[in-house]
T-cell receptor, first 114, second 115 residues
């Protein structure tokens, strides 16, 4: 079964540093997403991406965040200057266009900001 | 914005028994989709079951079924013949049929399965 692959599985970074989280969506999917889950809390939507541009973003997705699809396979989330409160599990997901059947999520990247 | 409420922070069920997890949501839309996701200790999000709001028939996937009450805005998950591997966090999620593909999650219910 096709998978969404995320790397790294765990990243530790110092406050103020830039981090890039990487994802390889399912190859024939057209919509890509990032979600985050702060420990013990619900999963929150960050951003969706389609046709090489952001199609939707939440209030959480401020100027500190950016997304990119640098080539035909990777989808990245960049946090420019990390804060302690950015510590969370970050999930990438992808879906087929117009699907009513939800997404496929990756296994997540645990980001720890120290 | 749509609100998804899971009123049961924790539930417990004995192996082989049946358990129902509740979910209610608030929306003014008529076209939408509802999902249950499972998050085991590995923290991966796994789709359990989905329901289109326009379908009256309740979705079923093996031991998992839903009770979708559109008028009451309720979407409960029933797990039959519970297994130890069912122990996980369960999240209910809403997706608009009209405005974007973002999933709006509830806070989750932690399900414990006892032998």
């Amino acid at each position: 079964e096709p998978e969404v692959t995320q790397t790294p599985s765990h990243q530790v970074t110092q406050m103020g540093q830039e981090v890039i989280l990487r994802c390889v969506p399912i190859s024939n999917h057209l919509y890509f997403y990032w979600y985050r889950q702060i420990l013990g809390q619900k999963v929150e939507f960050l951003v969706s991406f389609y046709n090489n541009e952001i199609s939707e973003k939440s209030e959480i997705f401020d100027d500190q965040f950016s997304v990119e699809r640098p080539d035909g396979s990777n989808f990245t989330l960049k946090i420019r200057s990390t804060k302690l409160e950015d510590s969370a599990m970050y999930f990438c997901a992808s879906s087929d266009r117009g699907t009513a059947y939800g997404y496929t999520f990756g296994s997540g990247t645990r980001l720890t900001v120290v | 914005a749509q609100t998804v409420t899971q009123s049961q922070p924790e539930m417990s069920v004995q192996e082989a028994e049946t358990v129902t997890l509740s979910c209610t949501y608030d929306t003014s839309e008529s076209d939408y989709y509802l999902f249950w996701y499972k998050q085991p200790p590995s923290r991966q999000m796994i789709l359990v079951i989905r329901q289109e709001a326009y379908k009256q028939q309740n979705a079923t996937e093996n031991r998992f079924s839903v009770n979708f009450q559109k008028a009451a805005k309720s979407f409960s998950l029933k797990i039959s013949d519970s297994q130890l591997g069912d122990a996980a966090m369960y999240f209910c999620a809403y997706r608009s049929g009209n405005s974007g593909y973002a999933l709006n999650f509830g806070k989750g219910t932690s399900l414990l399965v006892t032998p």
